[in-house]
């Protein structure tokens, strides 16, 4: 099913997704890379937001370069751009090698037994798609060492079975701005992408464009600065992008001395006014953002909401479908005029939702829930609603 094509009346869950704030986002780094191509990281269904309309807009936006995980992903992203270049990020093997080429996919080459995959699907198929070559330079999850990258470059005739177009690596500490592995890394990557002359480079991802031009290169692969998340202890984060609200179930008044929620971990020591909103962990707000009862939140209070200029806390443990807030002080007639609840979005910070979670901004919209109504905002939709 399109969910956008869901009723929004028969849902508790919606997420706002603000286009133009996306698009924005991607130039203000694009201004900061001015030498560079900013490609797009849009695996996970676009960071949760949805892969369609999120790679629609960035591609009118002018982005012609984009990273998925897998070929399906990269699929659905060719529906709307015809254009752009979309590299696959760690997809290949020999069943669906074909397909690479039949979508117009670049599969990214992380071993040298990808390496021979590809060559070998070119030599049969007759082929030459172009291909990425991915050097680990210290993150020791995917690519070639560089002891293989030499040993590729060395093998003459290897080195003319596949045609690489881009030489990338991703560097494991960016957000922390003075942390030495992004000069070991980045010394490392130009050592062994000194010997690919012809191809483009690509180093930084949303954090690596902030450490300066060094590690720009041809292309950034950016990400989560781009959707409104925190991403370098140097910069950001940038304009939100995504928010998310749940409908307010009911709203009761509970006695001082009464408990909320399982396990009765959550004693009211005040007469209480609480709403309940109708989202919770099967939507993706992680339990762990709990107002009490879980272990990792026993020492604070876990996460608040937002209600009309009023701060809400949660109180209780979150279930599957349910969050309780506590909103005593908040006005009668506030609670009348608005029926949802923002668990982050312009008011509530991504990052302090995160933090309340014992979780990243990253994680968390990766894991909002099919279930949770997308609504998408761009000018031409804004305006007619007035
Ligand atoms: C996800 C990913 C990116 C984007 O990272 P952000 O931190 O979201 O900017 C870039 N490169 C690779 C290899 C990735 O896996």
Request: net charge negative.
């Amino acid at each position: 099913m399109n969910r956008e094509e869901v009723d929004e009346r028969l849902v508790s869950g919606r997420l706002t997704i603000d286009l133009q704030a996306l698009v924005r986002n991607w130039k203000w780094l694009a201004a900061n890379a001015p030498n560079s191509a900013i490609a797009m990281s849009v695996k996970a269904d676009g960071y949760g937001l949805g892969l369609p309309r999120i790679g629609d807009a960035l591609a009118q936006a002018g982005c012609r370069h984009f990273f998925t995980a897998n070929p399906l992903e990269g699929t659905v992203l060719r529906r709307v751009t015809e254009n752009a270049e979309i590299f696959i990020l760690s997809g290949l093997t020999e069943k669906n090698a074909a397909h690479y080429n039949e979508a117009s996919l670049t599969p990214v080459l992380n071993s040298l037994e990808d390496i021979d995959v590809w060559a070998n699907w070119c030599r049969k198929s007759g082929h030459r798609r172009p291909c990425a070559i991915h050097i680990d330079t210290g993150m020791n999850r995917l690519g070639l060492t560089p002891d293989e990258a030499l040993r590729f470059i060395k093998d003459r005739q290897l080195r003319h079975s596949v045609t690489e177009n881009l030489i990338l690596s991703h560097l494991a500490c960016a957000d922390e701005s003075d942390h030495s592995k992004n000069f070991q890394q980045l010394k490392s990557f130009n050592e062994v992408a000194s010997h690919f002359e012809g191809s483009r480079k690509s180093l930084a991802n949303s954090a690596g464009i902030v450490l300066g031009e060094d590690y720009q290169f041809d292309i950034c692969r950016a990400g989560i600065a781009v959707y409104g998340g925190e991403f370098s202890d140097i910069a950001g984060p940038l304009e939100p992008v995504a928010k998310l609200e749940g409908r307010i179930v009911q709203i009761r008044n509970s006695n001082r001395g009464e408990t909320v929620g399982y396990g009765g971990t959550a004693k009211l020591e005040k007469n209480t006014r609480i709403a309940i909103v109708g989202i919770g962990y099967g939507d993706g707000v992680h339990r762990a953002a709990s107002g009490s009862g879980v272990a990792m939140r026993e020492l604070n209070g876990g996460t608040t909401g937002w209600i009309g200029g009023h701060v809400v806390p949660a109180i209780g443990r979150i279930s599957m479908d349910l969050t309780a807030f506590d909103v005593s002080h908040v006005p009668e007639s506030v609670l009348e005029e608005n029926s949802w609840i923002e668990f982050f979005g312009e008011n509530v910070p991504l990052a302090d939702f995160s933090k309340a979670a014992g979780s990243i901004d990253y994680e968390v919209l990766t894991g909002i829930a099919p279930r949770v109504h997308r609504v998408y905002k761009d000018t031409s939709e804004s305006n007619s609603n007035g």
